[in-house]
């Protein structure tokens, strides 16, 4: 597996390049902003991208849905409890100071077991709800990439509209978890870490 990560836009989001080593086809997930590097880092890698997927609908993380479609024509994939975000990223970064624009519609609604394909690579759709009510996480073997559900020492806001503290916990202890504690945390800001650190050490849900 092929993994790149970028940092993009203002509040500095993880943009990731999930790449196929076989097929050199690509997932982007959460391409937030700075659609140029994006495209750049995919033409560097040798990459063609196949499929854009959102984790959740917060402007930060989908503000260059638009752009990239535009460019690389990937299909646009969000769980259906986030996809009307989409239409109002404009007005959800204006509300913070911030310029968005509006994504296109999604291609495709992903739920809770839907597998991705990427080549020879697959990931599964993991739903966990809290810091939005359609977050998800796409789990591949020994990795999972969780968006703003969890980060190294911490948990993701809820106190935007549709958050919820309760599931989230919920969705870290009962999805999460139970991954495996070697299981590498690619989050939507900051740095990695690994599910078994996090179980133990991280105050908001160790065990």
Known sequence: MIIHKLAVG???????????????????????????R?????????????VIINTHGHFD???????????????????PLDAPMLSRLAEMAGAFGMRSENSPPPDRMVEDGDIIAVGRLTLEVIHTPGHTPGGISLAAPGRV???????QGSIGRTDFPGGDFDA????????????????????????????????????????
């Open 10 to 36: 203002p509040i500095m989001a993880n943009c990731f390049i999930v790449g196929c080593e076989e097929s050199r086809e690509a997932a982007v997930i959460d391409p937030g902003a700075e659609v140029p």
């Open 61 to 79: 993380h989908v503000g260059g849905n638009r752009a990239l479609k535009a460019h690389t024509g990937a299909p646009l994939l969000i769980h």
């Open 38 to 50: 994006i495209l750049e880092a995919v033409e560097k890698a040798q990459l063609s991208v196949k």
């Open 145 to 151: 990439f969780v968006g703003d559900t969890l980060f």
């Open 168 to 207: 989230l916990l919920q969705s870290i202890r009962t999805r999460l978890f139970p991954l495996g504690d070697e299981v590498t945390v690619y989050t939507g800001h900051g740095p990695e870490t690994v599910l078994g650190q996090e179980k133990r050490f991280n105050p908001f849900v160790s065990q």
